[in-house]
Structure formats: structure tokens, C-alpha cells
């Protein structure tokens, strides 16, 4: 799965997200609503991440929701 998939699927993929990631919010989700950047971002915040861990997470992740 690539960012376009999930930023055109985000209100579905919302729930996998909060799953993996149990410190967002539903207001942070509403707010960030598919935004690469805004989600980044958040990781940074909420996790401490620095910029390039954060991305090497999220591609993690978009290949694990890949899979069957």
C-alpha cells in the first residue's frame, strides 16, 4: 500500500492506525484526515521520533496492511 491508497482509505484505516499507534487520538486523526506531513508529525510528538525513524514506521506499516 502506498500514502495515496491510505490517504484515499484514511477514515477506514483510522482504526488499524489507533491499533498500532495507541496515542492518537480520534481528534488528532480527524485533524491530520490523510495528511502525510500532519501524520509525521504527530508520530514525532506523540513518540518522540526523530523525522527519518518516523517515515522508516510509517513505511512499515503500509507494507503490513499490505499483506493478507
Not at 486523526?29 to 527519518?52: A, C, P, R, S, V
Amino acid at each position: 500500500m502506498n500514502w495515496d491508497v491510505l490517504k484515499g482509505q484514511w477514515k477506514q484505516m483510522s482504526g488499524k492506525i489507533k491499533a498500532k499507534w495507541g496515542k492518537f487520538t480520534d481528534n488528532d486523526l480527524t485533524l491530520i484526515g490523510g495528511k502525510k506531513d500532519e501524520f509525521l508529525g504527530k508520530l514525532q510528538e506523540h513518540y518522540g521520533y526523530k523525522k527519518d525513524q518516523a517515515e522508516k514506521e510509517v513505511d512499515d506499516f503500509l507494507r503490513s496492511v499490505d499483506r493478507p
